[in-house]
């Protein structure tokens, strides 16, 4: 699996959009970005993936740079229940997911 | 909505005890996972299981052993507790196939051992 670098931190403001980044310049062909939150005492819960278009869906929007080194977690409207540890992934479609420090996000009022 | 149910919220064991953790199921998943999560170092993979009887190691199996004897139950087993396996550790499920990795997770199981 191809590893993935993210902030270790980042801030954001209530009703604003959060932008979330992710490095995965070792990212092959066949491996999917995905992404996970979470929210503190919960188990992680799954937010989107992709493979090389950009996603959209009822949480989330996922945006994949062309040479798929990179990408970006977008939450358009940040709520204080957004506050949580966001982990990217990279994972083949038969490969185990492995997780690894993630971002921890905290939205201010 | 699929429901992933851990047998404990918090477990509490002395070093030696053999310990066992359960997690149930209750969507017909073939794969179910068994990860350990600590401070800093995100969640790491101990078993995983793509069906009835069948387990495959992780990236940190070194004791701990599973047991997947029907597919709606993954047990995770300690067999002689230490206490650098203090931690969190959490259930996941899957569907399995080519098209979905989606996974579900339970709420873990904070377990220390003394």
């Known amino acids: 699996d191809a590893k993935t670098t993210q902030p270790t931190s980042m801030d954001c403001a209530e009703g604003r959009a959060a932008n979330l980044p992710c490095n995965h310049s070792?990212?092959?062909?066949?491996?999917?970005v995905y992404w996970y939150r979470q929210i503190h005492s919960q188990g992680p819960q799954y937010i989107i993936h992709g493979l090389k278009n950009n996603e959209t869906n009822e949480m989330a929007s996922l945006i994949i740079t062309e040479d798929r080194k990179s990408s970006t977690l977008i939450l358009p409207h940040a709520t204080l229940r957004d506050t949580a540890v966001y982990y990217c992934?990279?994972?083949?479609?038969?490969?185990?997911?492995?997780f690894g420090a993630g971002t921890t996000v905290t939205v201010r009022a | 909505d699929v429901k992933v149910t851990q047998s404990s919220r918090y477990l509490v064991k002395r070093t030696g005890e053999k310990v066992f953790l359960e997690c149930v199921q209750d969507m017909d998943h073939e794969n179910m996972f068994w990860y350990r999560q600590d401070p800093g170092l995100g969640l790491r993979l101990i078993y995983f299981s793509y069906d009835v009887k069948m387990k495959e190691k992780g990236d940190i199996p070194e004791g701990y052993s599973v047991s997947r004897e029907k597919k709606e139950r993954f047990s995770l087993i300690l067999e002689s507790a230490s206490t650098n396996q203090t931690s969190m550790y959490l259930c996941?499920?899957?569907?399995?196939?080519?098209?979905?990795?989606?996974?579900?997770f339970g709420s873990g199981t904070q377990l220390s051992v003394l």
């Open positions: 070792t990212i092959s062909g066949n491996e999917y």
């Open positions: 992934i990279v994972s083949s479609l038969d490969y185990k997911l492995s």
């Open positions: 996941a499920t899957r569907q399995g196939g080519r098209t979905n990795e989606k996974l579900f």
